[in-house]
């Protein structure tokens, strides 16, 4: 099989933020998919596997994403359901940890930099489903997610989410109407 062998390298830079850290990795890559992993998270032990076998019965996909299992502080479950195009620039229906083709990263420009508060990933998606690609969910927890009961970025994104999802608004502007996108901007200036 080609994906007999999975190698990782790391890669050493100054912290940038996440976006020029995944964009970073995604660059330096060799192989034709990508895999990221912040380092608090761990893989659920069959992720690699069920993600690979779908991409062998579906040899068309782009990206392969799972549920999430919470653990540390807070230990409950996100399950997916079905990836919902028309919905997605409501909510976030994927999570960060997918396994996608590094064709597709180039193809999107990679993930925005100047994206802020852990939205980056949400707004990848985004640049993703807008170019074409075909993604896949597998409905049980592929990636366990480390909660803390303090100072993880989620929470420091929860805290600006109003400023967060209005900035992101005005820089995808063909997923939300000329209203949301004025009152994003009146958001942000005040």
Known sequence: ???????????????????????????????????PLDSDDMLAENFIRAALDSVQKTPDLDMVSGALQKFGTNETKWLLN???PLRAHLRNQLFYCCLYRKSL?????????S???CLED?????????AGWNVCLIHHPML???????????????KRWI???????TMLPR?????????AHQTIQQ
């Open 175 to 183: 997923y939300y109407n000329l209203t949301m996108i004025l009152m």
């Open 1 to 35: 099989s080609r994906f007999s062998s999975i190698a990782g390298r790391y890669v050493y830079q100054d912290n940038k933020g996440l976006s020029e850290a995944r964009n970073t990795g995604s660059r330096h890559a060799r192989s034709e998919w990508i895999l």
């Open 82 to 84: 079905e990836y919902i």
């Open 105 to 113: 990263w180039e193809k999107v420009g990679g993930y925005d930099q």
């Open 122 to 130: 949400w707004h990848f998606s985004l640049k993703c489903q807008a």
């Open 115 to 117: 994206h802020p508060w």
């Open 144 to 158: 366990h997610y480390r909660t803390h009961d303090s100072g993880s970025l989620f929470q420091e994104m929860s």
């Open 163 to 169: 400023v967060s999802n209005a900035l992101h608004q």
